[in-house]
């Protein structure tokens, strides 16, 4: 260990992450306390790794942050994810952001403060790349002064911010290719919340609990779409045919729009959504390039319509990943399997459901028949605790039913998940 370069130990100690681990690791001897004074560039003091930061006081909590951070001399990256810690001096987090933010790429800051700290006006102008914020407010964003020329990934959690400084925020990011978004409380003077987004070189966005009447993004390089536990009345994605990765969980939405242009959609996943198929489907059905498509826990807006194997396999030649949850109402399957074109590419079949019955292997053995190049197959079910006689009857017949269809196709790998 002594003929280790002093550099490499640096990097030792970098990955450790934890400030308190870091600490003990570097009273090793004299050769790991200057690797952590002069080659330490990882950082993270996190309340949930150490008990004993709930127990201090915050004045010495910010003893011991403001000795271990004045000790290093090239952070690169700092992490202070203080949530169950009361309030820090906003004068002692200033001096931590103004002492290492000329080397800083990477800023994770989860800090209340009183009064609040303004990390943009603080950390803007410099090198960051990489900025997750979290229960802060953000006003009053200058562009102009406030820009940040290399950050390239930017996450807002419960963080309040108007949908213009937003707007604007997004502006001082010329270089932006990730945003989060979780539970912002977006400030709004208008009795209608609308929130106008604009960025040419983002590449991935993810929305999480938003409530809004309006969402628009306008991004001509975006490519993953995800948004999840929101309740939208209206979302328009305005790029040029660009996005490849779209996926929805538990959203509430009127008028979806996702463009006209999406020839180059590879992955649509879709679940706890209710959705009108036909205006759906005319959305992707231009999206040759699919690999897998998810559509699970989907509720139809329309009784009489049905998702058919038929369509499916037409207008996604390249599928090779199919998961469907069953779903019967008034005695229709709504993932029909009329037709006889087979799914010539699907490698992997995901297949589950809520309430089973008798249907279901039924329809299990009619998917794989139309799946002929099939190597997985891995079936989802809900199993609740107390069960009446017929209910395990049909559980026992469907366990039967499924080894004695298996045996057909020995060359299918199977698995069961139940929750």
């Given at each position: 260990?002594?003929?280790?370069?002093?550099?490499?130990?640096?990097?030792?100690?970098?990955?450790?992450?934890?400030?308190?681990?870091?600490?003990?690791?570097?009273?090793?001897?004299?050769?790991?306390?200057?690797?952590?004074?002069?080659?330490?560039?990882?950082?993270?003091?996190?309340?949930?790794?150490w008990?004993?930061?709930?127990?201090?006081?915050?004045?010495?909590?910010?003893?011991?942050?403001?000795?271990?951070?004045?000790?290093?001399?090239g952070?690169?990256?700092?992490?202070?994810?203080?949530?169950?810690?009361d309030?820090?001096?906003?004068?002692?987090?200033?001096?931590?952001?103004?002492?290492?933010?000329?080397?800083?790429?990477?800023?994770?800051?989860?800090?209340?403060?009183?009064?609040?700290?303004?990390?943009?006006e603080?950390?803007?102008?410099?090198?960051?790349?990489?900025?997750?914020?979290a229960?802060?407010?953000?006003?009053?964003?200058?562009?102009?002064?406030?820009?940040?020329?290399?950050?390239?990934?930017?996450?807002?959690?419960?963080?309040?911010?108007?949908?213009?400084?937003?707007?604007?925020?997004?502006?001082?990011?010329?270089?932006?290719?990730?945003?989060?978004?979780?539970?912002?409380?977006?400030?709004?003077?208008?009795?209608?919340?609308?929130?106008?987004?604009?960025?040419?070189?983002?590449?991935?966005?993810?929305?999480?609990?938003?409530?809004?009447?309006?969402?628009?993004?306008?991004?001509?390089?975006?490519?993953?779409?995800?948004?999840?536990?929101?309740?939208?009345?209206?979302?328009?994605?305005?790029?040029?045919?660009?996005?490849?990765?779209?996926?929805?969980?538990?959203?509430?939405?009127?008028?979806?729009?996702?463009g006209?242009?999406?020839?180059?959609?590879?992955?649509?996943?879709?679940?706890?959504?209710?959705?009108?198929?036909?205006?759906?489907?005319?959305?992707?059905?231009?999206?040759?390039?699919?690999?897998?498509?998810?559509?699970?826990?989907?509720?139809f807006?329309?009784?009489?319509?049905?998702?058919?194997?038929e369509?499916?396999?037409?207008?996604?030649?390249?599928?090779?990943?199919?998961?469907?949850?069953?779903?019967?109402?008034?005695?229709?399957?709504?993932?029909?399997?009329?037709?006889?074109?087979?799914?010539?590419?699907?490698?992997?079949?995901?297949?589950?459901?809520?309430?089973?019955?008798?249907?279901?292997?039924?329809?299990?053995?009619?998917?794989?028949?139309?799946?002929?190049?099939?190597?997985?197959?891995?079936?989802?079910?809900?199993?609740?605790?107390?069960?009446?006689?017929?209910?395990?009857?049909?559980?026992?017949?469907?366990?039967?039913?499924?080894?004695?269809?298996m045996?057909?196709?020995?060359?299918?790998?199977?698995?069961?998940?139940?929750?």
């Open positions: 260990m002594e003929h280790l370069p002093v550099e490499v130990i640096g990097n030792i100690l970098s990955r450790l992450g934890g400030a308190r681990d870091v600490v003990i690791a570097s009273a090793t001897c004299q050769k790991w306390r200057d690797a952590c004074r002069k080659h330490l560039h990882t950082l993270e003091f996190n309340s949930g790794d008990p004993v930061y709930r127990d201090i006081t915050p004045r010495r909590l910010e003893i011991l942050i403001t000795q271990t951070i004045f000790q290093t001399t952070l690169q990256g700092l992490s202070i994810l203080m949530d169950d810690v309030e820090f001096s906003a004068s002692i987090v200033i001096a931590w952001l103004m002492y290492t933010r000329e080397t800083l790429r990477r800023l994770s800051y989860n800090v209340r403060t009183s009064p609040n700290v303004n990390i943009l603080i950390c803007g102008r410099q090198k960051l790349e990489k900025l997750v914020l229960h802060n407010s953000i006003t009053g964003v200058e562009p102009n002064f406030q820009r940040f020329p290399c950050l390239k990934s930017l996450s807002l959690s419960h963080v309040s911010i108007s949908a213009l400084d937003l707007s604007l925020l997004l502006t001082a990011c010329p270089k932006l290719e990730s945003l989060e978004l979780v539970n912002p409380e977006i400030a709004m003077s208008d009795a209608q919340v609308t929130v106008e987004l604009s960025s040419p070189t983002l590449k991935s966005i993810y929305v999480e609990e938003i409530s809004l009447d309006k969402f628009m993004l306008e991004a001509d390089s975006i490519e993953r779409l995800h948004l999840r536990d929101c309740a939208l009345e209206l979302f328009e994605l305005i790029g040029k045919g660009t996005l490849k990765y779209f996926k929805i969980d538990d959203v509430s939405v009127i008028h979806l729009d996702i006209e242009t999406v020839d180059n959609l590879e992955i649509v996943d879709v679940s706890n959504f209710t959705i009108i198929w036909p205006k759906f489907y005319q959305m992707i059905s231009r999206s040759s390039k699919l690999r897998k498509l998810r559509l699970w826990d989907v509720a807006d329309d009784e009489d319509e049905v998702v058919d194997l369509t499916i396999a037409f207008c996604f030649p390249q599928l090779n990943h199919l998961s469907l949850s069953y779903e019967l109402r008034d005695g229709v399957m709504h993932y029909g399997v009329q037709g006889f074109s087979n799914l010539e590419n699907v490698r992997v079949l995901e297949l589950g459901w809520t309430v089973i019955n008798d249907h279901f292997s039924y329809w299990v053995e009619e998917l794989l028949k139309r799946c002929p190049n099939l190597k997985k197959m891995i079936i989802f079910g809900v199993v609740s605790e107390a069960k009446s006689r017929e209910e395990c009857q049909i559980l026992a017949s469907f366990t039967s039913s499924i080894v004695q269809l045996r057909k196709y020995m060359h299918v790998e199977v698995e069961f998940e139940y929750e």
